[in-house]
């Protein structure tokens, strides 16, 4: 079973920096993909990064490319979105998810049904 806490949200106003952790509890994951993934009111759920564990996948919507990094350190099992040049439009709750087992691919071909354990979320908020 694989349980993702997330941690780090907050209300930044436009301009400044978050940085968000998911840490990962399962006794096998070094084959899940990481995605970092977010939804404003209203808005469907969209994907925002993702990250394999050895990082050599990685993968960014173009409404935050240049602006956030995502990151992990396998010793700590833990996955992190910075996040800088925050923009009101990066408002929404964040939620970190774990893939199925994934070999040979890319991050950014999973499909968001790829995606079978889910954070409670963190809410980001940035205000002007």
């Known amino acids: 079973q694989v349980r993702l806490a997330e941690s780090g949200g907050g209300s930044v106003q436009a301009g400044g920096s978050l940085k968000l952790s998911c840490t990962v509890s399962?006794?096998?994951?070094?084959?899940?993909?990481m995605g970092w993934f977010r939804q404003a009111p209203g808005k469907e759920r969209e994907e925002v990064s993702c990250?394999?564990?050895?990082?050599?996948?990685?993968s960014y919507a173009d409404s935050v490319k240049g602006r956030f990094t995502i990151s992990q350190d396998n010793a700590k099992k833990t996955v992190y979105l910075q996040m800088n040049s925050l923009k009101r439009e990066d408002t929404a709750m964040y939620y970190c998810?774990?893939?199925?087992?994934?070999w040979g691919i890319g991050c950014d071909r999973l499909a968001l049904s790829d995606y079978r354990n889910w954070g409670q979320g963190t809410q980001v908020t940035v205000s002007s």
């Open positions: 998810a774990a893939s199925k087992p994934v």
């Open positions: 399962a006794s096998t994951y070094t084959s899940l993909y």
């Open positions: 990250i394999s564990w050895s990082g050599g996948s990685t």
